[in-house]
T-cell receptor, first 114, second 110 residues
């Protein structure tokens, strides 16, 4: 079965500090991987997605970046955090065909920027 | 543009049936997802509809009308553990990521 790992689970960082969140997937190869953010009281916002190693698509221009150094590893980074970067960050794996899709989320990282 | 609308909050009684509606206006459409999200946790996948009609999975059913841009999630025999947010999301092609609504917070009361 497929499993998504994320760490850390919670993080408190000062404004202007760097960020690195990691996501790894087990039990599948060449998955489509996604980073979402959920801010308090708001819906899920897609940040980045990747269909393969080194392939990153950005949905929202901001001070965050993503990388996919290995097939089952997806990293979210920032050089300088802003207060508005606080939120619940979720990595997701997505699979399926025209009539049957499934998407699974990792446990998430709750980031508080102070 | 992409727009997905859901009611913000709903309350229902334990043992009852509740219907959570979702309407969407998107530039493309391939299918619609429903997720359950308990407070402080990641969403969990409930269902995916690509064809019109009703799909049933135990106590949960999901309906889609592509011509009307409308879906609903039907929860039967409500239990206290069903208190959660329910997220509607749309995908417009096989590899295109999902656009989410803001979710409906359901409270199940005794």
């Amino acid at each position: 079965s497929q499993t998504i790992h994320q760490w850390p689970a919670t993080l408190v960082q000062p404004v202007g500090s760097p960020l690195s969140l990691e996501c790894t997937v087990e039990g599948t190869s060449n998955p489509n991987l996604y980073w979402y953010r959920q801010a308090a009281g708001r819906g899920l916002q897609l940040l980045f997605y990747s269909v393969g190693i080194g392939q990153i698509s950005s949905e929202v221009p901001q001070n965050l970046s993503a990388s996919r150094p290995q097939d089952r590893q997806f990293i979210l980074s920032s050089k300088k955090l802003l207060l508005s970067d606080s939120g619940f960050y979720l990595c997701a794996w997505f699979t399926g065909d025209s009539f049957s899709y499934e998407q699974y989320f990792g446990p998430g990282t709750r980031l508080t920027v102070t | 543009g992409q727009n997905i609308d859901q009611p913000t909050e709903m309350t229902a009684t334990e043992g009852a049936i509740v219907q959570i509606n979702c309407t969407y206006q998107t530039s493309g459409f391939n299918g619609l997802f429903w997720y359950q999200q308990h407070a402080g946790e990641a969403p969990t996948f409930l269902s995916y509809n690509v064809l019109d009609g009703l799909e049933e999975k135990g106590r949960f059913s999901s309906f889609l009308s592509r011509s009307k841009g409308y879906s609903y999630l039907l929860l039967k025999e409500l239990q206290m553990k069903d208190s959660a947010s329910y997220l509607c999301a749309v995908t417009d092609s096989g590899n295109t990521p999902l656009v989410f609504g803001k979710g409906t917070r359901l409270s199940v009361i005794a």
